[in-house]
């Protein structure tokens, strides 16, 4: 296969496009192309309109938010798998945060006019834009309640337990992403995550690695 | 005109159903009933699969999570015109939150199997259901950069300002929530609350009434 067919074949597992269809992935990936970014590489900036909606084949791309004194911080972090931002593209409305890649990412681009058009007259291509937004609201409450009700130690926890949960109980948790976006990530500073990583071990709830931590019993973490 | 026929006349010109379209607000408003709920009545439980899609006609309900330990929160507070929870009716999953009635509300409801019967052939509804999604997604960005990034009044000065734009260019805010779910809204205590209202009063961007507050000038509330 040439690497855009082994691409294109990738993706059509996805379950967005799954519920999207045949039709519809042809007629997207067409007109998309594909790129290897380097970490630090930012895919849109806060305040700038959607030009095309990015599906992360590889790597992991933050969501990078700016307040008006000038400070930021990590809403999200997305990995394989994941496509965005559909709110901005589906709304057509300035992105609410920027997209820097958090580790190396290979990421798809289709246009965001073609998707507009294409979601206006199919019916499965709604049904699947429905569900992603639906899936990434819910990721956002809950998120809301972890930095309401949880403290750090809850947060670190519940955040290497999810790795855990994507990789399909792999109990080697690769943390890849830099220290600081995962601390902003999880609403505290690097020296809280450090600590409540060293407090988890303590506890022989996880092992730090190298590159992230070992996991004996993904149901001591809170899962 | 009915009750009945006063509601339908209201919802028909929510952007929602402007986007669903005529034939979808037949369909789903002669499946639906309206109730009006006392202050502290339950909508749903956090965790039950939904039976009825929610539509607040009056009023405003919050969203309350529980966590493990048992504390509880609100996630968000909605008010007249939205419609709670699309993400769990399109999914047919249990609810994340519990919803209940901060102030007297009236609710339409709809069947959450109708509902979903109708968005699986019915592209306008799809493409409603996708732009709601998008912008309940928005206010949750928002208010996870709100928490990680902005101080206690500054965040207080913004929640007031958003209900000042929500009721159109209205000097006086109404704040018929209780004090202790609006600062679980905006993740302080209701003494933290008080203080940055009191802040905010003593800088001259609002003046505290029995009720709310007023403002003269909505752009020193950071808009």
């Known amino acids: 296969m040439t690497?855009?067919?082994?691409?294109?074949?990738q993706i059509e597992h996805w379950p967005f496009f799954q519920t999207a269809g045949a039709t519809v992935i042809t007629e997207l990936l067409a007109a998309s192309f594909t790129q290897l970014l380097p970490r630090n590489a930012v895919l849109f900036e806060q305040g700038e309109e959607p030009q095309v909606l990015h599906l992360l084949l590889e790597g992991r791309i933050g969501l990078q938010a700016r307040a008006e004194a000038g400070t930021r911080t990590i809403v999200e972090i997305f990995g394989p798998g994941e496509?965005?931002?559909l709110p901005a593209v589906v709304l057509s409305l300035p992105y609410l945060a920027s997209a820097v890649v958090l580790t190396e990412a290979r990421v798809t681009m289709i246009p965001a006019q073609l998707f507009r058009d294409t979601l206006a007259r199919s019916l499965p291509l709604a049904h699947a834009t429905a569900e992603l937004l639906a899936r990434h609201w819910r990721l956002m409450v809950d998120q809301v309640v972890d930095l309401k009700l949880r403290d750090a130690e809850q947060r670190v926890a519940r955040f290497v337990g999810r790795r855990v949960?994507?990789?399909?109980?792999?109990?080697n948790?690769?943390?890849?992403e830099s220290r600081s976006a995962i601390?902003?990530?999880l609403g505290m500073t690097p020296e809280t995550l450090s600590r409540a990583l060293a407090a988890l071990e303590a506890k022989g709830k996880l092992r730090r690695t190298p590159d992230g931590a070992t996991i004996?019993?993904?149901?001591?973490?809170g899962f």
Chains 1, 2 share one sequence.
């Open 83 to 85: 496509i965005v931002l």
């Open 183 to 185: 601390a902003a990530r």
């Open 173 to 176: 948790v690769i943390l890849s």
């Open 3 to 9: 690497p855009t067919n082994r691409h294109a074949a």
């Open 165 to 171: 949960s994507e990789e399909e109980g792999a109990a």
């Open 216 to 221: 004996a019993d993904r149901t001591a973490l």
